[in-house]
T-cell receptor
Framework: DAGVIQSPRHEVTEMGQEVTLRCKPI?????LFWYRQTMMRGLELLIY????????DSGMPEDRFSAKMPNASFSTLKIQPSEPRDSAVYFC???????????FGPGTRLTVL | GQQLNQSPQSMFIQEGEDVSMNCTSS?????WLWYKQDPGEGPVLLIA?????ELTSNGRLTAQFGITRKDSFLNISASIPSDVGIYFC??????????????FGKGTKLSVKP
């Protein structure tokens, strides 16, 4: 069975550009999570959805970040405009229900120059 | 906010050695999880603990959920080269509305002794 799929795996962009990260959760999972990983702050939850509805976005750093889940099999995390401090690895994870085990995707390594 | 203190930050292992790492928190969690992350990959779940005092094994890995619900440890027995990587603890809150929030430790990096 396919795990969580993320694209792109690597993204290099210039400051000020819009960046869109994509995630396809495991089929049948109702909850989807976006995390950011940096050396300084470790793994941080940005936002999570349950049944396509955002439940907690308190981890989203600022208004430049937005996330959507238009259907059960697709989610996007958008940064507009991007800044060098947004450089990090962004992970998507999904679980059957909110409290259940979260399975992580391979991540997108974002570099903003 | 909730924070986890994971130690040690890094350690070197020689094949065959036992390894121990732990996490402590100022808050109570109702679930403790241990993940391993290899370079270029996402974290993979190793062990999940759901009850205070619970001791669970997965092959050479053993983890325990502390009685106070504020700590957990992970032991690896007879380490092998493929054990290298970064190990993360994570706690899941019992607070309604926050049950999806996993709080992660900063990780313990396991390397092979030169």
């Amino acid at each position: 069975d396919a795990g969580v799929i993320q694209s792109p795996r690597h993204e290099v962009t210039e400051m000020g550009q819009e960046v869109t990260l994509r995630c396809k959760p495991i089929s049948g999972h109702n909850s989807l999570f976006w995390y950011r990983q940096t050396m300084m702050r470790g793994l941080e939850l940005l936002i999570y959805f349950n049944n396509n509805v955002p439940i907690d976005d308190s981890g989203m750093p600022e208004d430049r970040f937005s996330a959507k889940m238009p259907n059960a099999s697709f989610s996007t995390l958008k940064i507009q405009p991007s800044e060098p401090r947004d450089s990090a690895v962004y992970f998507c994870a999904s679980s059957f229900e909110v409290k259940d085990t979260q399975y992580f995707g391979p991540g997108t390594r974002l570099t903003v120059l | 906010g909730q924070q986890l203190n994971q130690s040690p930050q890094s350690m070197f292992i020689q094949e065959g050695e036992d390894v121990s790492m732990n996490c402590t928190s100022s808050s109570i969690f109702n679930t403790w999880l241990w993940y391993k992350q290899d370079p270029g990959e996402g974290p993979v779940l190793l062990i999940a603990l759901y009850k205070a005092g619970e001791l669970t094994s997965n092959g050479r890995l053993t983890a325990q959920f502390g009685i106070t619900r504020k700590d957990s440890f992970l032991n690896i027995s007879a380490s092998i080269p493929s054990d290298v990587g970064i190990y993360f603890c994570a706690g899941q809150s019992e607070i309604r509305g926050s049950q999806g929030n996993l709080i992660f430790g900063k990780g313990t990096k396991l390397s092979v002794k030169p």
